[in-house]
């Protein structure tokens, strides 16, 4: 339980960063985020079909760009300036991350179920998605590759989209499923690019197993993922990459936060392994109700100071 209690101080601290109001919300946006495609007619068009990139960073981030667009009506109702829209959370971590094979599951799929729950406006078979220099065999290109490869992931993200549309959506619910087709997301490539560790320093292959570990519990937790509390969160992420020189919590150019971070994140990886998932496990317990995650939520905010 004590690795618990951490974990929650870990979400408080990184919470904590830069909670100040931002008057530009364009401040808060991701690299790049203007130069990226914002419309699928900002694509290549080739016979008939809008040619999409995502091994190039701004190809990927204009499909986060669409995607943001085209379902700012569907969350007007909770807050102005799209700012509530919960899909922030992708384009944000993909600006952290900047190029990641993990994050194709996280941008490609997402945006293909979007299409194919006609979001956009666009039939599936008016996009072409390019295939990486080498490995092709490991990703999916269309709505029916994706939906045979990767079914229930692809269903539930057309269940997020389609339950956004209803009338009768809540917030609540945006979250769950939101959730539900994040982490389903991450089960095929955190499995698959193992390999991929090895072009690391052994600290940031730690931190990127740990990472992805401690991705479910903030899924238990269903994280609002809105733009100012992701971008606040983020401040609490390590800037760069990490290399066999840094010590944790010990590396002198990353903040007091930035390195309790992730040496608490280290613990929680490490209680996760040894316990089989145990932890997480309990933690999913601790958050299976309604009211106990609106506690947690008005705990953190307490923490910040942000209480009404």
Not at 98 to 123: C, E
Not at 274 to 295: C, F, P, Q
Request: charged share 20%; aromatic share 14%.
């Amino acid at each position: 339980m004590a690795v618990l209690a951490s974990w929650f101080w870990v979400l408080a601290g990184c919470f904590s960063v830069a909670v100040a109001e931002i008057s530009n919300i364009s401040g808060l946006y991701p690299p790049l985020w203007e130069d990226s495609p914002e419309q699928l007619s900002d694509y290549r068009l080739e016979d008939g079909k809008h040619i999409i990139n995502p091994w190039v960073f701004t190809d990927r981030m204009g499909m986060y760009r669409i995607l943001l667009k085209e379902t700012a009506t569907y969350f007007a109702r909770y807050g102005p300036e799209n700012e509530q829209n919960l899909l922030w959370g992708l384009p944000l971590q993909f600006g952290w991350q900047y190029q990641t094979d993990v994050n194709y599951y996280l941008s490609v799929l997402p945006f293909l179920a979007a299409v194919d729950s006609r979001i956009t406006g666009l039939s599936p078979d008016q996009i072409t998605i390019l295939p990486p220099p080498k490995d092709q065999m490991k990703f999916c290109y269309n709505v029916s590759g994706c939906g045979s490869a990767f079914s229930e992931t692809m269903d539930r993200w057309r269940d997020f989209f389609q339950y956004m549309k209803l009338p009768s959506s809540d917030f609540e619910g945006l979250l769950k499923k939101l959730w539900n087709a994040h982490t389903s997301s991450l089960e095929y490539p955190i499995s698959v690019f193992v390999d991929r560790y090895d072009f690391y320093s052994e600290q940031e292959a730690t931190f990127e197993r740990d990472w992805a570990i401690a991705v479910y519990y903030l899924g238990a937790a269903r994280l609002p993922t809105t733009l100012n509390r992701t971008h606040s969160f983020q401040r609490g992420l390590p800037p760069r990459v990490l290399v066999d020189t840094d010590i944790v919590p010990f590396i002198p150019d990353f903040t007091p936060l930035q390195n309790e971070v992730l040496e608490i994140l280290k613990i929680l990886g490490n209680s996760d392994r040894l316990s089989g998932s145990l932890t997480l496990t309990i933690w999913e317990s601790l958050m299976s109700t309604k009211v106990a995650r609106e506690l947690f939520l008005k705990a953190l905010e307490k923490f910040l100071g942000t209480s009404p």
